[in-house]
């Protein structure tokens, strides 16, 4: 009798629950077949009960061996969706969250049909200047980042998203330019070291500390430059949209009124404190 792929994709699926819930595991390895094969779900679910893939098995055999290691699904593929477009990712970038989606959403519905000019700081993977590029078509966007290797990969995906970036090496605590931007955009890093022990395995061993991590004794050293340079920059109706640490929105937000302008905490889909948008009064 003949192994079919659904025996395959359960013994993994069993494997992978020593360290994800059941659901989570069986979705993980539906990923990892859908990738492999470039397929879509209903298409998957048709192939089931048909005869085992052993090219697909070695596939999911090595890919399961890294995720044992509590490597991120998305590094073990090598790309992630985001905001309808499809982005590599390695080690050397975060990999992109749904909150930074939502901040993307947010400035993409206050432009639609405009043409802003845009500074974005801390590239990473590129998943935010490239998804404005892409939703903005005629913005002029700039995205500056201190990691030569960030900036490969988020060059490749704007060549795979056709995208029109200028990237910029440079410190963000350090950067200077000359021209007036209508919007600047930051993720910057905000996760105070005293809040590594709540985070998962996942992202401790495998994500870049660098784009993660500040000192507790200097939480908005990112944000500090950030209002210096909308202070000098930033257009007559301008808007800065900046994702947060969810306890510093009040801290935060004061380094542009500081500055002169209006500043608003805003909540994300989950109810928790994640942006700070600023404006000239």
Not at 42 to 61: F, G, Q, S, V
Not at 120 to 129: A, H, K, N, Q
Request: glycine share 4%.
């Amino acid at each position: 009798m003949s192994i079919k792929n659904r025996t395959i994709f359960c013994r993994y699926q069993k494997m992978l629950e020593a360290i994800y819930p059941s659901q989570e595991a069986k979705e993980i390895v539906y990923r990892l077949a859908e990738h492999f094969w470039g397929i879509s779900r209903p298409k998957l679910l048709l192939m089931l009960d048909e005869d085992e893939d052993a090219a697909l098995a070695k596939y999911i055999d090595a890919c399961t061996e890294r995720l044992l290691q509590h490597e991120p699904l998305q590094y073990v593929i090598g790309e992630v969706e985001f905001y309808g477009c499809r982005f590599k990712v390695s080690r050397s970038v975060l990999i992109p969250r749904p909150e930074t989606e939502e901040l993307v959403d947010i400035i993409v519905k206050d432009w639609e049909g405009k043409a802003p000019r845009i500074a974005d700081f801390g590239t990473g993977s590129g998943c935010i200047p490239v998804s404005l590029a892409k939703a903005l078509p005629h913005s002029a966007v700039r995205s500056i980042d201190i990691s030569a290797e960030a900036l490969e990969i988020a060059r490749e995906n704007a060549q795979l998203n056709g995208a029109d970036v200028d990237f910029v090496l440079a410190d963000m605590r350090a950067y200077s330019d000359s021209s007036s931007y209508d919007i600047i955009v930051s993720n910057p890093p905000y996760v105070m070291n005293s809040e590594k022990e709540q985070m998962r395995d996942n992202v401790l061993r495998h994500e870049p500390h660098l784009a993660l991590f500040v000192e507790d004794g200097n939480p908005l050293e990112f944000y500090i430059p950030i209002a210096e340079f909308a202070s000098r920059s930033l257009a007559a109706d301008g808007v800065v949209y900046l994702e947060i640490n969810q306890q510093l929105g009040p801290q935060t937000a004061e380094l542009f009124r500081a500055k002169g302008m209006c500043a608003e905490v805003r909540q994300d889909m989950f109810g928790v404190d994640r942006f700070v948008v600023a404006r000239w009064k």
